[in-house]
């Protein structure tokens, strides 16, 4: 019987390192790989001798406690994922997961501001503490270069360029690339690096909390949250609503979708098409509102 602990240990490894999965991503794998391990012991089954039936079973199980469809087709994909590595390791003779199929989960349209509201939002900071400025320069760096919010609130002092305007941003699979923003955002920048500078030894992180620490993810959505309430925004507004609508923004005026995709970090153009069906929409929309036969 194999050794399940090193196993899993080896497979997380092996996706991480040479799969380039992000650690959050990993993460998720090793949860499913786990509740596929249960399984097996419970059913008195050795992973390494498993049929197909068996992990259609599995599967059936899982879709039965109530798993969400976009759920189950990680699912697939951690257990495909998993049976590679074992046979690439001469673990296990048997691919049981070679003939899985499973319909493409429609994917969700994200939420996304327009160019008023997001004029409103960033209008409405002013720049009387040194948290208001922070904000505002978050905010507009976000907007500016469309960041995970994990990759803004991990910027560092020495990962903006300010004389040639661009960010330096390590995203997801530890994969670099570099990002302009504009001359707005550089504003801001200078005027929060000019009220924070007493206490830059603190922290290498550029966007820090009144504590001198880097700022955390859910305390930026949190100021986020109050910034929008106060100017009327009803969405259910994140950082990653901003992402959104810099890409959604920028491609309806005409950029090329893979210089897009090169500043989102995708490593998928059909990642990014996902902004191209908001911009369909919106035509579609605006046909129906003003053709005389819409």
Not at 95 to 116: G, R
Not at 227 to 237: D, L, S
Request: charged share 25%; glycine share 4%; with cysteine.
């Amino acid at each position: 019987m194999l050794d399940y602990n090193k196993i899993l240990k080896d497979f997380i490894s092996y996706i991480i390192v040479e799969k380039g999965l992000a650690k959050n991503t990993a993460l998720a794998y090793k949860a499913d790989i786990l509740k596929f391990v249960s399984f097996a012991k419970k059913n008195n089954l050795l992973i390494e001798d498993l049929q197909h039936h068996d992990i259609t079973n599995f599967l059936w199980e899982s879709k039965s406690s109530g798993l969400k469809p976009k759920s189950v087709y990680r699912l697939i994909e951690s257990l495909r994922q998993f049976y590679k590595f074992l046979t690439i390791e001469e673990l296990s003779k048997n691919n049981p997961t070679i003939y899985l199929t499973v319909s493409k989960i429609p994917q969700d349209l994200p939420q996304m501001l327009t160019f008023d509201e997001v004029a409103n939002l960033l209008n409405s900071i002013d720049n009387e503490s040194q948290m208001n400025v922070r904000n505002k320069a978050m905010l507009e760096l976000l907007y500016a270069t469309g960041l995970r919010v994990s990759e803004l609130v991990n910027l560092k002092v020495c990962d903006v360029n300010l004389q040639d305007c661009f960010v330096r941003v390590l995203g997801k699979g530890s994969k670099e690339r570099l990002v302009p923003f504009g001359q707005k955002a550089k504003n801001f920048i200078d005027i929060y690096l000019s009220k924070r500078e007493p206490i830059l030894s603190v922290s290498d992180n550029i966007f820090i909390s009144r504590l001198g620490k880097k700022i955390s993810r859910v305390e930026f959505w949190r100021q986020l949250k109050n910034i929008a309430k106060n100017v009327g925004i009803t969405k259910n507004i994140t950082p990653h609503t901003l992402r959104h609508s810099f890409a959604t923004h920028l491609l309806s005026r005409g950029a090329d979708i893979r210089f897009v995709q090169e500043m989102l970090g995708h490593s998928s153009i059909s990642t990014t098409q996902i902004y191209t069906h908001l911009n369909k929409d919106k035509i579609i929309e605006q046909h129906k509102l003003y053709h005389p036969r819409g």
